[in-house]
């Protein structure tokens, strides 16, 4: 059984899109289990509006609702009363590529000494979309070479690790740093798993804080070029939100599907 979780907080605008997505799913052995950090919108009043619809399919439904310390202190909740025997983090906004890719991605049987594996992303713009594969994350980042919405981790293994809750945008980044560390074994199959909208988000809308806690991650903070870095980071990431957020939007679009191509 897979344990899906979607954390969210003030996601009336997300929500419902994330839970179609969950219950059109062909597969379905599975959980789902919804944590959310005390709304003060409309989003407990959509997800109560599902529960009828999961009932009908049988799926299992957990709703959670209170407040919490940020992002990765709800994830480790949802961690908590998980009983699947692999993870799955589909958070509000966030939707499988297809009706079928669960089924496509668990059509073979994953061997006892995977811990993790996981498939590709797509990424939505304002100028389109834009795959998300293995071969061009790698090239990025061999610690994560996916996106969290794509990797199903083993929940025993979920459970002993957790998010280290005092990040804030690159948890999921420091808790892969540490499997991989440990020797834990990963496969890549190649099903696109996921879509979500790269516009928006805490690493979109706030790179230098997020390269800033990438260092500490990878423990340059502890090397003697630790100035340097701080220094090259504030430089190249300093300016670029405040860039953002004074350009007009088409321009920022340009720059942006530029980048990405």
């Keep these: 059984m897979i344990s899906?979780?979607?954390?969210?907080?003030?996601?009336?605008?997300?929500?419902?899109?994330?839970?179609?997505?969950?219950?059109?799913?062909?597969?379905?052995?599975?959980?789902?289990?919804?944590?959310?950090?005390?709304?003060?919108?409309?989003?407990?009043?959509?997800?109560?509006?599902?529960?009828?619809?999961?009932?009908?399919?049988?799926?299992?439904?957990?709703?959670?609702?209170?407040?919490?310390?940020?992002?990765?202190?709800?994830?480790?909740?949802?961690?908590?009363?998980?009983?699947?025997?692999?993870?799955?983090?589909?958070?509000?906004?966030?939707?499988?590529?297809?009706?079928?890719?669960?089924?496509?991605?668990?059509?073979?049987?994953?061997?006892?000494?995977?811990?993790?594996?996981?498939g590709d992303t797509?990424?939505?713009?304002?100028?389109?979309?834009?795959?998300?594969?293995?071969n061009k994350q790698l090239k990025k980042n061999i610690i994560m070479p996916f996106c969290h919405q794509s990797v199903f981790v083993r929940t025993n293994l979920m459970k002993?690790?957790?998010?280290?809750?005092?990040?804030?945008?690159?948890?999921?980044?420091?808790?892969?740093?540490?499997?991989?560390?440990?020797?834990r074994k990963s496969e890549f199959r190649p099903v696109v798993i996921s879509k979500y909208d790269a516009t928006q988000g805490l690493s979109a809308n706030n790179p230098l804080a997020l390269h800033l806690e990438r260092l500490q991650i990878y423990h340059i903070n502890n090397k003697w070029y630790y100035p340097f870095a701080i220094i090259y980071v504030y430089m190249r990431q300093g300016l670029i939100q405040p860039l953002k957020n004074i350009l007009p939007r088409n321009i920022v679009n340009y720059i942006m599907a530029y980048r990405r191509k």
């Design 4 to 118: 899906f979780i979607t954390i969210c907080y003030n996601a009336e605008k997300d929500i419902a899109k994330t839970l179609e997505s969950v219950l059109d799913q062909t597969y379905s052995d599975f959980e789902y289990i919804i944590i959310d950090g005390n709304s003060k919108d409309k989003t407990l009043e959509i997800v109560n509006k599902y529960k009828n619809k999961f009932i009908e399919k049988g799926i299992p439904l957990t709703i959670k609702s209170e407040p919490d310390k940020g992002v990765y202190d709800a994830m480790n909740k949802g961690i908590d009363i998980a009983q699947g025997e692999w993870i799955n983090f589909i958070n509000a906004g966030d939707c499988f590529y297809s009706d079928n890719c669960i089924d496509l991605f668990f059509q073979k049987e994953i061997a006892s000494d995977i811990d993790y594996c996981y």
């Design 122 to 134: 797509i990424e939505v713009y304002h100028f389109g979309e834009i795959l998300l594969s293995q």
């Design 160 to 183: 002993q690790y957790k998010f280290n809750s005092k990040y804030k945008i690159l948890g999921d980044h420091d808790l892969f740093y540490r499997l991989k560390k440990d020797g």
